[in-house]
Nanobody, 124 residues
């Protein structure tokens, strides 16, 4: 079992920045890919970014490319999402997820473990 706890969400003005963190505990050696997803009210949960175990593969949704950066520190079992140039349409609950396989890292169903989510609100 792997437990994920997100932090760093909050309220920010458009154009601002936030950094989300996700700390993993438990059987972390089984984790390969770490991903970020988000869900806005009334919408499906969508892929944002993902990173493989040693950072050799990184993927972003087109909507966040050039603005968001995903990284991880395996010594701390933590993955980060640096979000810059935030837009009101980035408002959502952001979820961290862990996948033991690192296949199809942008597919929600590939992930076995999920955090509780952290709210990000971008005001215009």
């Amino acid at each position: 079992q792997v437990t994920l706890v997100e932090s760093g969400g909050g309220l920010v003005q458009a154009g601002g920045s936030l950094r989300l963190s996700c700390a993993a505990s438990g059987r972390t050696l089984t984790v390969n890919a770490m991903g970020w997803f988000r869900q806005a009210p009334g919408k499906e949960r969508e892929f944002v970014a993902a990173i493989s175990r040693f950072g050799g593969r990184i993927y972003y949704a087109d909507s966040v490319k050039g603005r968001f950066t995903v990284s991880r520190d395996n010594t701390k079992n933590t993955v980060y999402l640096q979000m810059n140039s935030l837009k009101p349409e980035d408002t959502a609950v952001y979820y961290c997820a862990a996948d033991p396989t690192a296949q199809s890292m942008d597919v929600r169903e590939q992930y076995d473990y999920w955090g509780q989510g952290t709210q990000v609100t971008v005001s215009s």
